[in-house]
């Protein structure tokens, strides 16, 4: 069966180091992936996108790889900071173009002061 | 600009009553998306407006959920004659017809049935 699994449910680190996130899928080949950040009560906010020949992305201290060979996306925040603490999914397009997103469980971050 | 707009934000309601939750996209937005996340869960999708296309509603969980696209615009989930099963946070997504795009939340209504 088809199938994301995130890493963990739940992951704390100390302020200023960096948090890597794992994002497994079975079953599944995408055209992409997109990571989001959820916040309490709030609804997903768009972080990134990776293309599948894409190997790594970058913006500000946020990094994601994707390897379609193993299966496997990892996102990282460096110089983490208790404002980073969130909830972080990923998302599969495996049809490509404007098609809804297949969503992991997520992964929630606490950054620890 | 505005982003994408949900209401109500709360919503409780009797077992067995009718709910119509509403969907602003953004606008100039083609495709509208409908999720469901349920505690500790994943967002499970509902169904998918894309342009002037018949919709997909594969992810709908019964006949009693439906949902309309009004003028290519606003969205309304409706669901009939709710369980205590279908309380969740219902999420509205929007994106545009360019591919590979991300999609933008409302931030969605939350609905408890008693």
């Known amino acids: 069966s088809q199938k994301i699994e995130q890493n963990s449910e739940a992951l704390n680190i100390q302020e200023g180091k960096t948090a890597t996130l794992t994002c497994n899928y079975t079953n599944y080949s995408p055209a992409y992936l997109q990571w989001y950040r959820q916040d309490p009560g709030r609804g997903p906010v768009f972080l990134l996108l990776?293309?599948?020949?894409?190997k790594e992305k970058r913006k500000e201290r946020l990094k994601v790889t994707f390897d379609t060979t193993l299966k496997q996306s990892l996102f990282h925040i460096t110089a983490s900071q208790p404002a980073d603490s969130a909830t972080y999914l990923c998302?599969?397009?495996?049809?490509?173009?404007?098609?809804?997103?297949?969503f992991g469980k997520g992964t929630r971050l606490s950054v620890i002061a | 600009g505005a982003g994408v707009s949900q209401s109500p934000s709360n919503k409780v309601t009797e077992k067995g009553k009718d709910v119509e939750l509403r969907c602003d996209p953004i606008s100039g937005h083609t495709a509208l998306y409908w999720y469901r996340q349920s505690l500790g869960q994943g967002l499970e999708f509902l169904i998918y407006?894309?342009?002037?296309?018949?919709?997909?509603k594969s992810g709908l969980p019964s006949d009693r959920f439906s949902a309309e696209r009004t003028g290519g615009s606003v969205s309304t989930l409706t669901i009939q004659r709710t369980q205590q099963e279908d309380s969740a946070v219902y999420l509205c997504?929007?994106?545009?017809?360019?591919?590979?795009?991300?999609?933008?939340f409302g931030d969605g209504t939350r609905l408890s049935i008693l």
């Open positions: 990776i293309r599948e020949n894409e």
């Open positions: 407006f894309q342009g002037n296309s018949a919709p997909d």
């Open positions: 997504a929007s994106s545009s017809t360019v591919s590979n795009q991300p999609q933008h």
């Open positions: 998302a599969l397009d495996v049809y490509s173009g404007n098609t809804p997103l297949v």
